[in-house]
């Protein structure tokens, strides 16, 4: 199995870490060729509209909307659950591929950042400890689509995880705790 | 459980998510539009760009909210702005405006010669310059979030970021080959606690991302700077003093990503109309040499 982290800005050296404890083949992805021969792909956070734009400039965003189409998980967490969306609210380069309508920045600045415990039945796994995630200047999950499974909500019900078939979206970063369950629970949708 | 606001893992959160990106200073809104469309990663806002500082001299203070709001408001990405070192009230102004990140800068005029900002006492996170490894260990123990070389702003001369960086990652590389009855002898050499050298020495790297600045000019610059091994480039003067700001700014953007990949490098150098004219580093005298405040 070999996983790509698109590796244009942000945070994808931490996806990298993770998939590699996990005795994954993980790799960086900057052009279109480093695609082909993947399982799946990790979108990592950082900033959207940088991402967007550099995956514009070298024609990645169509082909990952084919790899999207072809059946291949795709995970974005953070940016990357912005860039995967279909409605984020304003302009900016996206794939565009999931049903769900994404409020960017949705908390507020980075002083309104702030870290919590999550229940998530679905990736517990046995393992009934709460998640803890770390929303940094986070997007929400404002509405989904019939088809979209939601998987974590912060106690005031915002939506911050979900599930579309091969896609799936974070809006807080387990790629910076040493919590591997959400990444455990990726690669078994590639499985 | 409620929410946690203002921890260490939301600060240092915040700069690695801007690591492989590009941070651009901006004097107003259709400045920071343009940083946002090349493809910044964050903008800094300020009222003169260090080259200006450095040209009508007087003194640097920080930017008239009035100006940081209008960059607020202009772009979705994140927004710093700089304090003076030492100007802690300047920073609580900065906190309570909403910026997402505070540079107490060498490139303002310190308020304070002795002591640096207790940035511990703060939610919002700070990033500060450095020359070397001690120095960015002393800012990491006051609860700077984000470090990056000094270098010597204004100048469009990389050669200082360049002697920073190496200096950091050099020094870093030697703690690793210490034996650990060695750290307490470098702790006191570096000038740092023991504890974040003994982190360093353990881990190789710094406990907070590090990103270049002061003096990157091009896109080679940029990947220049990656290569050596920061996170990320600040660049100042660099974009807006040359010739074709919005084309320079993508063109320093996409190095950034493919630093490793000459052929784009090439490809992203071509016609990027004048540089910043600059002014050779080692030309500057001492007295207006600005990596040399803080200590």
Same mark, same amino acid.
């Given at each position: 199995m070999k996983i790509g982290v698109l590796a244009l800005q942000g945070a994808f050296r931490e996806h990298v870490q993770m998939l590699r404890s996990l005795n994954v083949d993980a790799v960086e992805v900057r052009l279109p060729e480093q695609l082909r021969d993947?399982?799946?792909?990790?979108?990592?956070?950082?900033?959207?509209?940088?991402?967007?734009?550099?995956?514009?400039?070298?024609?990645?965003?169509?082909?990952?909307?084919?790899?999207?189409?072809?059946?291949?998980?795709?995970?974005?967490?953070?940016?990357?659950?912005?860039?995967?969306?279909?409605?984020?609210?304003?302009?900016?380069?996206?794939?565009?591929?999931?049903?769900?309508?994404?409020?960017?920045?949705?908390?507020?600045?980075?002083?309104?950042?702030?870290?919590?415990?999550?229940?998530?039945?679905?990736?517990m796994n046995g393992d009934k400890s709460p998640f803890h995630a770390i929303f940094i200047r986070a997007p929400l999950l404002e509405s989904v689509g019939d088809n979209v499974q939601v998987l974590a909500k912060l106690e005031d019900g915002t939506i911050v995880a979900a599930r579309q078939a091969n896609l799936l979206a974070t809006s807080f970063h387990p790629e910076l705790t040493h919590d591997a369950r959400f990444h455990k629970y990726f690669l078994e949708m590639v499985r | 459980m409620d929410k946690q606001v203002g921890t260490w893992a939301v600060k240092v959160g915040l700069a690695q998510m801007l690591k492989g990106g590009v941070i651009m200073d901006v004097t107003n809104a259709e400045q920071a539009k343009i940083a946002e469309d090349a493809g910044a990663c964050a903008v800094m806002a300020l009222e003169r760009v260090p080259a200006d500082i450095r040209k009508q001299?007087?003194?640097?203070?920080?930017?008239?909210?009035?100006?940081?709001?209008?960059?607020?408001?202009?772009?979705s990405i994140p927004v710093m702005a700089k304090a003076r070192i030492g100007h802690f009230v300047e920073a609580q102004v900065l906190e309570a405006l909403g910026v997402d990140y505070v540079d107490e800068s060498e490139v303002l005029t310190p308020a304070d010669e002795e002591n640096h900002i207790d940035k511990n006492q703060f939610n919002i996170p700070f990033v500060c310059g450095c020359r070397n490894l001690g120095e960015a260990l002393r800012r990491i123990n006051e609860g700077a979030a984000m470090i990056r070389t000094k270098g010597e702003a204004g100048t469009g001369d990389v050669v200082e970021a360049v002697r920073h960086a190496r200096a950091v990652l050099g020094e870093i590389r030697h703690l690793q080959n210490m034996r650990p009855d060695e750290w307490?002898?470098?702790?006191?050499?570096l000038g740092a606690p023991y504890e974040l050298v003994k982190e360093v020495a353990e881990t190789g790297k710094l406990p907070v991302v590090n990103f270049a600045a002061g *003096?990157?000019?091009? #896109?080679?610059?940029?990947?220049?700077?990656?290569? /050596? &091994?920061?996170?990320?480039?600040?660049?100042?003067? +660099?974009?807006?003093?040359?010739?074709d700001p919005a084309v320079r700014a993508k063109a320093i953007v996409m190095a950034t990503t493919h630093y490793n990949d000459?052929?784009?490098?090439?490809?992203?150098?071509? *016609?990027?109309?004048? #540089?910043?004219?600059?002014?050779?580093?080692?030309? /500057? &005298?001492?007295?207006?040499?600005?990596?040399?405040? +803080?200590?």
């Open positions: 993947l399982d799946g792909l990790i979108i990592p956070g950082g900033e959207s509209t940088t991402i967007g734009k550099i995956a514009t400039q070298y024609g990645l965003l169509e082909p990952i909307r084919e790899m999207v189409a072809q059946g291949k998980p795709v995970w974005g967490t953070c940016a990357g659950m912005i860039v995967l969306a279909k409605d984020v609210g304003m302009r900016q380069p996206l794939i565009g591929v999931m049903d769900v309508k994404v409020k960017r920045n949705a908390f507020g600045r980075q002083v309104d950042s702030f870290e919590t415990d999550l229940d998530i039945p679905e990736i | 001299g007087g003194v640097a203070r920080m930017s008239d909210p009035t100006k940081i709001i209008e960059i607020m408001e202009a772009v307490y002898r470098a702790a006191k050499d *003096g990157i000019a091009t #896109p080679a610059d940029a990947a220049l700077m990656m290569q /050596i &091994g920061v996170d990320g480039v600040f660049v100042g003067s +660099g974009i807006f003093k040359s010739s000459p052929k784009i490098i090439a490809d992203v150098s071509r *016609g990027l109309g004048e #540089p910043m004219l600059g002014i050779a580093a080692r030309s /500057i &005298g001492e007295a207006e040499q600005l990596a040399v405040r +803080g200590w």
